[in-house]
Every structure is written in C-alpha cells, then in structure tokens.
C-alpha cells in the first residue's frame, strides 16, 4: 500500500523534485518522514511542505432500513439512517475524509462558514486552522468534529504515517471492543430480540456489549437483562444505554437491578439537556453501578463543566461531536486529571470508526495496574451501509479487538462509488 502510495506521489511531482524536496528535509531537520509539496513552494522552518486546501465538500448520505430501530426515546422509530460525510482536497491529490451527524446545522456551517476559510490554507497548520474553525461558528462541534477528522487524515498521509504518530505515538496496538447490538426494533420483541442479538454477539467474538433501555417498565426490561446476563455468562462485560428516558427515581430503580447482575455501566439514563445534563451530579451520588454521559458534549469547554460537576463516573466523548480527534483528547486528559474514565462514544460508519481507533490507541489506562479497564471501542451492530462497505479494506475485529491501522491517516481508503450511491 506505502509503496503504491509513494509511486503515486513520485508520479504527481516528479522524480527529481521530490528528490530535492527529501534533501530539503533532512537538511531542515524532519525526523525520517516524506511530505509533500510543490516545486519550489515555501517550506516552514520546520521544513515541512506547503500544501494548499483546494475544495471542501460535503456529502448527506441516506439509507432506507429494512427494519426500522431506534433507542427508548425514538418515537416513532426511525426509518431512514443518515449521516454527513466531508472530503477535503489538497493540490498535492492528497484527499482526507471526516464523518458526522447531520444535525444542528452541520452541513450548513461547514459549507457556509468553515470551508471559505480553508481554502487556500496549508492543512498542516493543525493548531492555527483548529482556532480558525472554532471562531466562525459560535461553537458548532458536529461541523468542527467531521473537518478536524479530514484534515488529520490528511496531514498523516502527507507525513506518511498514521494519525496516532501526529500525536504523540499508540499506547496500545489494539484495542478492546463491545457490540452496541440490542435495539429497539420494529415487529421484534425485546424478549426474542435481545437474547439473539447478544448470541449473535458472542458468536462474532465479543466479549462486551451494551443494550438499549427505557422503553419500557423497569420491571420488564430488567428481566430481559436477567435473561442476557444468563445467556451469555458471567464473563462478558455488559452495559445499558438509557438514551435519556428515564426520571430520576426510575433510573436508581435500573441501575440497582442492573447492578446485581453485574452490568459495567448504565449510560445517560435521564434527559441529557445538552450540553448541561442537568441532574446527573445528584443522581450519581445516588448510583450504585457507574453512571456514563457525555456523548452530547460539544467541545472541551462544556466537558471541563461537566467534569468539575463530577456528572459522571465514566465520560463519552464522540469524535464526531465534540469537535474532532484533538478535542477528545483534550477531554479524555482532562477527565484523567479528574480521576474520571473515558470511554468514548462512536455511533457511526467506516470513518467515524476508524478515527476512534486511532483515538483509543492514544488514551492512557485509567490506573497503573494491570489494564483491566482498558478504554473500549463502541461498535454499532445495527444495519448500516457506511459500516459495511464505506471503507474498500474496513477495519476487522478479531477476538473482540481491533488491530491500529499502521496505514498513512485514519488507514482507510474510502469508496467514493459508495458514497456516490447514497448521496441525495
């Protein structure tokens, strides 16, 4: 792949230029990575080339469900999936990728505010273009999230090595996961469905999965967790995703029948009023398994609010929503400092997954212990055509891990016939 990679450059600039342009580096000092650059073209001191962001665009993807589903509080249930993909091109032919929600006025920040401004910038001036996207848009971490993931992707391939370099280097080779795999879905009872998705679960070598809760009484769905606790043993991790549907005293009524049956976490079980999460503070200290939150966070302002509340046991962080890569390591250190977990949240396609990998390769255990608590990734087992086919060689779990791309930037290569294929 490397080799096809750096043929293609060879090719775009010419042999002798990309020559002169390697003694350049060394001479300037570049530890042993190629960049990119044009002829002649003005290298920062660091020797680094001069790239210049050429286009932005965005694409809105939808997918009609075969079966529609959704979380305790999708009323009705959703039956179309979406998401917000960015491309940026370089005039270098480097192309980076992000993905987000398509919600709160993404599209239209990026397009209207966020793109204008990058044109003509060098995507390696990571710091000075992460002010300039924050300061025309009051804030919108949705846009900021799925641009910051397109222009890392860009800087690891124009430096030749993957995302977790540009930061400091992976803590970690591979990565635990657990199947976000038990919704709601349409014509499926809870109690014929959870029981097979969590076999199904198993089956595909997980050893962690996380269940959707809320819909229903406290007594009824608490049976159902007792029947998935039964099935797939005391060995596999299991936690509980509220999605905001239940009231202060319902929510202590789960967590403690939750509890006796071992379950890691319960998640955002009341409104999440974002990005406030207003009640979680109280309802915490009332808590007797951890409480998780903070997937609505929008930014490492609203997070360090959070974190000084001690909302949270355990903090969730999504790159696309926060704001990016950067961001959700600014938070996930922060939460560190705070004697907090991270654990952060993904809930999207091949993109998204992937630069949460690169994301979880980068994070610290929580203690310094043996890691038994290992920051995992969240993989969405639903039906979605961006999981399974967005990427041309996606990502595989193995064992209940994901191996750290060691390609250039996220360590995919996105299929634009797809993309193509379910635009609108």
């Known amino acids: 792949m490397n080799g096809m990679y750096n043929r293609s450059i060879e090719k775009a600039f010419g042999r ?28 920062h001191p660091a020797g ?13 993807l939808r997918h009609r469900l075969q079966h529609a589903f959704g979380a ?16 940026i091109e370089t005039d270098a032919g480097l192309v980076g990728w992000g993905e987000t929600a398509p919600i709160s006025g993404a599209r239209g920040t990026i397009d209207e505010q966020i793109a204008p401004l990058l044109i003509g910038q060098n995507p390696l001036d990571y710091r000075r273009l992460w002010r300039l996207m924050w300061g025309a848009n009051f804030g919108n971490g949705l846009a900021v999230g799925a641009v910051d993931t397109a222009l890392n992707d860009i800087r690891g391939k124009a430096m030749n ?30 109690e014929e469905h959870y029981p097979k998705a969590a076999r199904d679960a198993l089956q595909r070598g997980f050893k962690a999965m996380k269940m959707r809760v809320g819909r229903y009484s406290v007594a009824r769905e608490s049976k159902v967790a007792a029947e998935v606790r039964d099935l797939v043993g005391p060995n596999v991790q299991l936690m509980a995703d509220g999605n905001g549907a239940y009231t202060a005293g319902n929510a202590i009524r789960m967590a403690h029948a939750l509890n006796e049956l071992d379950f890691e976490f319960l998640e955002e079980p009341l409104p999440q009023v974002a990005p406030r999460y207003t009640g979680y503070a109280d309802l915490r200290g009332k808590m007797p398994l951890p409480l998780a939150g903070g997937e609505a966070v929008d930014s490492r302002g609203s997070a360090l609010q959070l974190i000084d509340r001690r909302a949270f046991d355990i ?83 193995q064992d209940g891990f994901m191996e750290v791309p060691t390609k250039p930037g996220l360590g995919i290569e996105v299929d634009e016939e797809v993309v193509k294929q379910y635009a609108v």
């Open 16 to 43: 002798r230029a990309l020559m002169r342009m390697g003694a350049g580096l060394l001479v300037g000092g570049w530890s042993g990575r190629r960049g990119l650059g044009q002829e002649g073209a003005v290298e």
């Open 48 to 60: 680094q080339p001069r790239l210049k962001v050429t286009r932005v665009t965005t694409y809105l």
């Open 72 to 87: 305790s509080v999708s009323v009705p249930l959703p039956t179309t999936r979406k998401a917000l993909l960015v491309k």
């Open 161 to 190: 090595m993957p995302i977790t370099q540009l930061f400091g280097g992976p803590v970690r080779r591979r990565v635990p996961t657990y199947a976000s795999a038990m919704d709601y879905t349409d014509g499926r009872a809870m």
């Open 315 to 397: 903090i969730q962080p999504d790159i696309s929503l926060c704001g990016g890569l950067g961001e959700a390591l600014f938070i996930a250190e922060l939460a560190q400092l705070a004697g907090i977990r991270c654990i952060p949240h993904c809930w999207g396609g091949d993109i998204l997954i992937a630069a949460t990998v690169q994301l979880l390769a980068l994070l610290y255990d929580p203690h310094w212990g043996l890691p038994t608590d290992t920051p995992m990734l969240e993989l969405d087992q639903s039906e979605n055509p961006w999981r399974d086919g967005l990427a041309v060689e996606p990502l595989r779990m």
